[in-house]
């Protein structure tokens, strides 16, 4: 339980910090690159990949089932 906790935090964290990157790096919009050239960049970026690696961690963690506890009698 408390590993599952760690991971959606890293996962969250994870997500901040690449979606931060990418609201940062729209400011090349503003220096003449096109939108196909922005995402090209964005997507060489290990910043930005950090929110991708969240997204999947955070969804693992939260799609995957807990264990099922078996009482015996």
């Not at 935090?9 to 940062?24: A, R, T």
């Not at 930005?48 to 999947?56: K, P, T, V, Y």
Request: net charge positive.
């Amino acid at each position: 339980m408390i590993t599952r906790i760690i991971l959606f935090l890293i996962g969250f964290v994870f997500m901040i910090i690449g979606f931060s990157y990418f609201i940062i790096y729209i400011n090349l919009l503003s220096f003449g690159y096109n939108i196909y050239e922005y995402i090209n960049y964005c997507l060489t970026r290990y910043e930005c990949w950090l929110l991708i690696i969240g997204l999947i961690i955070t969804s693992i963690i939260i799609l995957r089932k807990g264990k099922k506890h078996v009482k015996c009698l």
